[in-house]
Nanobody, 112 residues
């Protein structure tokens, strides 16, 4: 059983930055992959980024070069650094650990 708690969301102007955190209730060292998803209003939840146990990362094309996923084993936390934010990045962002563990989500709103 893994509990995930996201934080760091908020309201930011276009071009701004936010760093999301996902704190796990257990050691993340043995977790094969941790993922970020997002769900925009009226849309289905969509994958954003992954970091694997080996440290490799992958991103959806729309965030490549702007978002960075990372982890801190000492804090059992995964981060999503989001730069150059756009209005279309507005969504609830969720942390996910396979097969079925999800956080409660954190709202990100990009608006002037």
């Amino acid at each position: 059983q893994v509990q995930l708690v996201e934080s760091g969301g908020g309201l930011v102007q276009p071009g701004g930055s936010l760093r999301l955190s996902c704190a796990a209730s257990t050691s993340i060292f043995s977790i094969n992959a941790m993922l970020w998803y997002r769900q925009a209003p009226g849309k289905e939840r969509a994958w954003v980024a992954t970091i694997t146990r080996s440290g490799s990362t992958n991103y959806v094309d729309s965030v490549k070069g702007r978002f960075t996923i990372s982890r801190d084993y000492a804090k059992n936390t995964v981060y999503l650094q989001m730069n150059s934010l756009r209005p279309e990045d507005t969504a609830v962002y969720y942390c996910h650990v396979l097969p079925r563990y999800w956080g409660q989500g954190t709202q990100v709103t990009v608006s002037s």
